[in-house]
């Protein structure tokens, strides 16, 4: 009895031995997070990191960002502007090249052959007396798509400027020569030195009843007063000042003198070009341009 009493205390002492071993090792070891749970937590941070990304992307560039890339587009594949782009309106720009004096041998054969190959036209205010043994110049600006306009039968200020007879006779006399070279009567006119306190209503009134139209310039690269300037100069006084103009008629001479025009007038060609305007002659459709008048 003694004995079973005995075994029963040690088998209960053993018992509370083990079970206090076995609740220590499992506080020890930790439990390890299910592995799909935790993949699931991180997508849906990065979810919202990339969703952060874009958010921040999208208030910073007001750009849309492509529904099927992620993508950043790189900065250096972006397009770049040109360089020296010229930037104009939609308001249609038109020059108007007119050469007074002619026709001359040389130097108006120049300019022809400069515009063929520059493919535009322009008007020739001729003086009368000077188409006599040089008709085939008159032919040829005609013939090329150019606009013939009168510049006065002599050019000689006394007497075209005496009175308002002497204005108009000299003016019909010039119209006269252009039609008998190549059948044609122009009407439109330009006057010697402009028409700047030169014109005044009562002539204006006769001019236009006698279906003339006047026409002045508003560009001068100033070849009439000094043909000695240098190309470069006389293609300044061509386009300076012309940014602000959407309708030009510039003045420009074709005499024997005028060598350095003929130099400069490939480049002035394409700088209007290149700054978008449409390069028209003059016809009696065209609306005129004359100085204030004074009397």
Same mark, same amino acid.
């Given at each position: 009895?003694?004995?079973?009493?005995?075994?029963?205390?040690? =088998?209960?002492?053993?018992?509370?031995?083990?079970?206090?071993?076995?609740?220590? &090792?499992?506080?020890?070891?930790?439990?390890?997070?299910?592995?799909?749970?935790?993949?699931?937590?991180?997508?849906?941070?990065?979810?919202?990191?990339?969703?952060e990304?874009n958010?921040?992307?999208?208030e910073?560039?007001?750009?849309?960002?492509?529904?099927? &890339?992620?993508?950043?587009?790189?900065?250096? &594949?972006?397009?770049?502007?040109?360089?020296?782009?010229?930037?104009?309106?939609?308001?249609?720009?038109?020059?108007?090249?007119?050469?007074d /004096?002619?026709?001359?041998?040389?130097?108006?054969?120049n300019?022809?052959?400069?515009?063929?190959?520059?493919?535009?036209?322009?008007?020739?205010?001729l003086?009368?007396?000077?188409?006599?043994?040089?008709e085939?110049?008159?032919?040829?600006?005609?013939?090329?798509?150019?606009?013939?306009?009168?510049?006065?039968?002599?050019h000689?200020?006394?007497?075209?400027y005496?009175? /308002?007879?002497?204005?108009?006779?000299?003016?019909?006399?010039?119209?006269?020569?252009?039609?008998?070279?190549?059948?044609?009567?122009p /009407?439109?006119?330009?006057?010697?030195?402009?028409?700047?306190r030169?014109?005044?209503?009562?002539? =204006?009134?006769r001019?236009?009843?006698n279906?003339?139209?006047?026409?002045?310039?508003?560009?001068d690269?100033?070849?009439?007063?000094?043909?000695?300037?240098?190309?470069?100069?006389?293609?300044?006084?061509?386009? &300076?000042?012309?940014?602000?103009k959407?309708?030009?008629?510039?003045?420009?001479?074709?005499?024997?003198?005028?060598?350095?025009t003929?130099?400069?007038?490939?480049?002035?060609?394409?700088?209007?070009?290149?700054?978008?305007?449409?390069?028209k002659?003059?016809?009696?459709?065209?609306?005129?341009?004359y100085?204030?008048?004074?009397?």
């Amino acid at each position: 009895m003694k004995n079973s009493l005995r075994f029963i205390l040690i =088998l209960a002492f053993s018992m509370f031995l083990i079970g206090c071993m076995f609740e220590k &090792s499992t506080k020890d070891v930790p439990v390890p997070l299910n592995e799909s749970s935790n993949e699931k937590v991180l997508e849906k941070s990065d979810e919202i990191t990339k969703e952060e990304a874009n958010k921040n992307s999208n208030e910073t560039t007001n750009e849309i960002p492509d529904k099927t &890339s992620d993508e950043t587009p790189n900065e250096e &594949s972006k397009e770049k502007p040109e360089e020296n782009k010229i930037v104009t309106n939609n308001k249609k720009k038109i020059v108007y090249l007119t050469f007074d /004096d002619g026709p001359s041998h040389k130097v108006t054969s120049n300019v022809l052959d400069i515009l063929k190959e520059k493919k535009v036209k322009a008007t020739f205010f001729l003086i009368g007396n000077q188409i006599k043994g040089r008709e085939d110049i008159v032919k040829r600006i005609y013939n090329e798509g150019n606009s013939l306009g009168l510049h006065s039968y002599t050019h000689n200020y006394k007497k075209l400027y005496d009175n /308002d007879d002497s204005f108009i006779k000299e003016m019909i006399d010039c119209r006269k020569e252009i039609q008998r070279v190549v059948g044609i009567s122009p /009407d439109i006119i330009r006057f010697p030195g402009g028409s700047y306190r030169r014109m005044s209503r009562n002539l =204006l009134k006769r001019l236009h009843d006698n279906n003339f139209k006047v026409y002045d310039w508003n560009m001068d690269n100033c070849d009439g007063l000094k043909p000695q300037n240098s190309p470069d100069e006389l293609f300044t006084k061509a386009t &300076s000042g012309s940014e602000n103009k959407d309708s030009i008629i510039l003045l420009l001479h074709c005499t024997g003198s005028n060598q350095n025009t003929c130099t400069a007038l490939p480049k002035i060609i394409e700088y209007y070009k290149s700054h978008g305007y449409e390069f028209k002659v003059i016809t009696k459709e065209t609306k005129e341009l004359y100085a204030p008048i004074t009397k």
